[in-house]
Nanobody, 116 residues
């Protein structure tokens, strides 16, 4: 059974940092395009960052320069380093894995709350 399990969320003050992790089982993540999405209360789920199997990255404009996506294929994990967090970043963050156009998996999400 394929599982993507997110961790690292929590409560942080504005300007603080968090590091999210996604641990995968049932798949070899090196073969997948991996990404992070988030769902802000009252809004549609939105793409945050993507990393390809070759290590190429892409970010949502509002997080460029603040967030960094990375992958450790040996550990079958993906990370999202979030710096300079803002209240607007408060959301449930989801890990995503895609292979071609037919295979797509989602994690259950981890809550990130940015508040003083």
């Amino acid at each position: 059974q394929v599982q993507l399990v997110e961790s690292g969320g929590g409560l942080v003050q504005p300007g603080g940092s968090l590091r999210l992790s996604c641990a995968a089982s049932g798949i070899i993540t090196s073969n997948y395009v991996m990404g992070w999405y988030r769902q802000i209360p009252g809004k549609q789920r939105e793409l945050v960052a993507v990393i390809t199997s070759g290590g190429s990255t892409n970010y949502r404009a509002s997080v460029k320069g603040r967030f960094t996506i990375s992958r450790d294929n040996a550990k079958n994990t993906v990370h999202l380093q979030m710096n300079s967090l803002k209240p607007e970043d408060t959301a449930v963050y989801y890990c995503d894995a895609r292979w071609g156009s037919t295979i797509h998996y989602w994690g259950q999400g981890t809550q990130v709350t940015v508040s003083s």
